[in-house]
């Protein structure tokens, strides 16, 4: 089971941080990674953490402004997001890859594709 938190809304260039937390099985094995879903899109990759937390992976256009990390030892994930762009709104999905020992770059490559689970999401609102 994943649980998001930390959305909310803002203004254009402020921050937020986002957190998972991951329970049920042993999510430290396993890459983990954060998406976004916008009105009227479909669910996009957003920034990916390998399972032991030593390479990340992000989507272009969140190069530079937002930053993926994980304590397996607390079975957290987080997304440190700043200067929100109103670009930025959607809500933001925790996901677990379904591949043992998968790396952030996999998990961002396969996209959607091999996410075994999902968070129920965190709305963020970035306004002008």
């Known amino acids: 089971q994943l649980v998001e938190s930390g959305g909310g809304l803002v203004q254009a260039g402020a921050s937020l941080k986002l957190s998972c937390a991951a329970s049920?099985?042993?999510?430290?094995?396993?890459?983990m990674g954060w998406f976004r879903q916008a009105p009227g899109k479909e669910r996009e990759f957003v920034a990916a953490?390998?399972?032991?937390?030593?390479?990340?992976y992000y989507a272009d256009f969140v190069k530079g402004r937002f930053t993926i990390s994980r304590d397996n030892t607390q079975n957290m994930v987080y997304l440190q997001m700043n200067s929100l762009k109103l670009e930025d709104t959607a809500v933001y999905y925790c996901?677990?890859?379904?591949?043992?020992?998968?790396?952030?770059?996999?998990?961002?490559?396969?996209?959607?594709?091999?996410?075994?689970?999902w968070g129920q999401g965190t709305l963020v609102t970035v306004s002008s």
């Open positions: 996901a677990v890859d379904k591949r043992v020992f998968s790396t952030a770059q996999a998990m961002g490559v396969a996209s959607t594709r091999t996410v075994s689970s």
């Open positions: 049920g099985r042993t999510s430290s094995i396993y890459g």
């Open positions: 953490v390998g399972w032991n937390g030593d390479d990340t």
